[in-house]
């Protein structure tokens, strides 16, 4: 789990893989250097070939050119970081400022920059090995790479090709549908896989799930404030095993936690007086300043229900993208649903409780997902119907008693938002019909949640 936290760390940032790159061509570069100092003699034959322009190059032509590449690469870098900064930029300020680790991650730019900072330090390298006769002193002759040098020139090529990539990308990254896109995915992704928490930990209760000791535990207590990046399921199985432990997380994953809050409880409880067993089970709940999507699904949904709502606001008023949120939200709950129920008791080989690690469960996702949509949509007749729809295509599911309830809550509440803010009747008329077909599907009584429709003397002829 340090493994895969490291590598998520080192994938949003901006400057591991134009590393990669970098390192790469000064092999590259180094190796053809060596190359052309090793068969110079080779190359001699074919000066009067057709492929003499390839191989052939004098010092001052070759410094020349790759001084030019040199030159107007480090310019074009400058400026695909430009272009990039705004794109950034015109991201958080249009949909979301938690959109910025989604770009920093964003393997094309990472690869364009790459390419671009690689070729400037491959041509700084191949000019610097380059000499004539009149600047030799001590060394035995003149040196002119064309390998070296004619590959700076092909690297040149590819930067061009790269920076125009990187044109035509940035332009669609700060499309609204690629941003809703892009979020979607990598949450997706996450419920698809086998770290959706607790999943990926021990094995779950075979049959009546065990409880937590009577006996009070010893609390562990967090020494500094942050968000809960992950739990180290795989550390805490270990400890738990090794010192026949039962640990309950008293978090969940994307909890704020503040100084002195309780992160888990430990039984037997004087099992923590062991400080080496205290650093363990702590190092296993890091905690930083920002969420992350490791394990933590609320994230991502969190995020499309952010550009929802900002579409959602005054100075934007963009229902259609809201809309476009609520269609990706729903395939996200609808995948979240089908991986329920995770059972929280987790255990060991020996079939020995060692975990109780409650993950996130439907109730909080929806709240998450369609609250804030629901509070400042309510007013919207389309994404009212929208959310209703939503409603309905997780009611087809294979449902228990308890989702469907939980369904009909949210739909409940939708309904008391709608009566606060739709005041014509035939809006409301179309929201009772979808409210009716949501009721069927959940099987419930709609009644005492449908709107009035009745409309003052002066609305009719509007109405009509």
Known sequence: MKLRNIWNELNTSLWFRPAL???VLAVLA?????ADRRGGETWQPLAGSSLAWFFVSGADGARAMLSAVATAVLTVTTLAYSIMMVAVVQTANSYSPRLLRQYLSDKANQHVLGILI???????LVLRA?????????LEGAFVPALATNGGLLLALLSTGAFIYFINHAAHSISVGNIILLIMQRTENLIESERLFPKQVGAPAHGEPGRAPEQPGAPLRAKEGGYVQYFDTELLMRRATAHDLIIRHERTVGDYVLPGMQLVTVWPAEALDDDTLQQDLASAVPLSKERSLVQDVLYGVSQLSDVAVRALSPGINDPSTAIQCIDALSLLAGKFLARLPISPYRYDDEGQLRLIAPGPAIDAFLDTAFTQIRRYGGGDLKITLRLLEVYQHLGRMN???DERRILWKHAARLMATAAQHLDVASDRLAVNQAFRDTAGILQQDPERYLLPVDVAPAEAPQEA
């Open 399 to 401: 449902l228990d008693a």
């Open 30 to 34: 180094f190796g053809l250097m060596l």
């Open 21 to 23: 790159w970098v390192l």
């Open 130 to 138: 380059i000499h004539s006769t009149d600047t030799l002193d001590s």
């Open 118 to 124: 690689g070729t400037f330090i491959y041509s700084l």
